[in-house]
């Protein structure tokens, strides 16, 4: 019964290509959010979406288009893939728990392009 | 402008003593804190969180935090490092309930 889940764990991939990963939470959450881990271990905000509405974006190149077809769900599209998306991918969602907002994460997909 | 900062990137304790990664913040606002742990090649956890309840902050694996307002620090101690506890470490603030602001991170490294 995992709480918020990504598919795939590991993505391998040539440049140029077009990539998709997938996010879903049983949480009940209203919000659910994209973070970019870098190899230095830094968190950075992608996108943020509150019942499929899109309230944060980032300075992320147009080549991600993030998708939510449903509250649970928030899918990362990646176009014309580039050695520099490299990276781990985060989903995360977030609900009101013990008096504030709190942010739940999935395991993470480690994005490699070659 | 709210931010957060963790003083550290790198701690090096040994097993057995005393464990501390320190966290300010900057904020106009009463702030939510949190603390989460990441093991390597794993997700993030969330290890505490403080709302405005109680100052001192008691999470899993024998982690805590003290609040403190008039220093604008949440850092977090544990009295007694394991080598299970050996991870990266995230400090988070968030104002207005669905924005979080990230820490850079510490990395903890517990030395047998």
């Known amino acids: 019964d995992t709480a918020v889940s990504q598919t795939p764990k590991y993505l391998v991939t040539q440049m140029g290509n077009d990539k998709s990963i997938k996010c879903e939470q049983n949480l009940g959450h209203d919000t659910m959010y994209w973070y970019k881990q870098d190899s230095k271990k830094f968190l950075k905000i992608m996108f943020s979406y509150n019942n499929k509405e899109l309230i944060i974006n980032e300075t992320v190149p147009n080549r991600f288009s993030p998708k939510s077809p449903d509250k649970a769900h928030l899918n990362l599209h990646i176009n014309s893939l580039e050695l520099g998306d490299s990276a781990v991918y985060f989903c995360?969602?977030?609900?009101?728990?013990?008096?504030?907002?709190?942010?739940?994460f999935g395991p993470g997909t480690r994005l490699t392009v070659l | 402008a709210q931010s957060v900062t963790q003083l550290d990137s790198h701690v090096s304790v040994s097993e057995g003593t005393p464990v501390l990664l320190r966290c300010n913040y900057s904020?106009?606002?009463?702030?939510?804190l949190f603390w989460y742990v990441q093991h390597p090649n794993k997700g993030l956890q969330l290890l505490l969180k403080?709302?405005?309840?109680?100052?001192l902050v008691k999470g899993i694996n024998g982690f805590e935090a003290e609040f403190k307002k008039s220093e604008t620090s949440f850092h977090l101690t544990k009295p007694s490092a394991h080598m299970s506890d050996a991870a990266e470490y995230f400090c988070?603030?968030?104002?207005?309930?669905?924005?979080?602001?990230f820490g850079t991170g510490t990395s903890l490294t517990v030395i047998p």
């Open positions: 995360a969602s977030s609900g009101r728990t013990s008096g504030a907002d709190t942010q739940y």
């Open positions: 904020s106009s606002y009463s702030p939510s």
């Open positions: 403080y709302t405005s309840a109680a100052t």
């Open positions: 988070v603030v968030s104002f207005t309930g669905n924005q979080f602001y």
